[in-house]
């Protein structure tokens, strides 16, 4: 009876794992792009080539995103609660 036990697979858990893998990866791969290009554009310190890999995640605004356009949700929500 204990090797049915073990012989059970809890599918729920095994997609945790590998949605967490997954993103493991995508954050190395993302962080290694930016490394190279850090080093590509010869930044001069230490702190430049830092904050190039840690801001890596952000994403460039679009056309529709920029000034002059109505905005759905406000970026300052404390500022607004007044």
Do not use: C
């Not at 090797?3 to 095994?14: E, P």
């Not at 310190?45 to 529709?64: I, N």
Request: avoid cysteine; glycine fraction near 2%; proline fraction near 2%.
């Amino acid at each position: 009876m204990a090797s049915q036990q073990r012989d059970v697979i809890n599918f729920s858990a095994l997609e945790r794992e590998v949605q967490v893998a997954l993103e493991s990866d995508r954050r190395h791969q993302r962080e290694n792009a930016a490394k190279v290009r850090a080093v590509e554009q010869r930044v001069a310190t230490y702190e430049e080539f830092r904050g190039l890999v840690l801001s890596s995640h952000l994403k460039p605004l679009e056309r529709k995103d920029r000034e002059g356009s109505t905005r759905k949700q406000p970026w300052n929500t404390a500022v607004n609660n007044k």
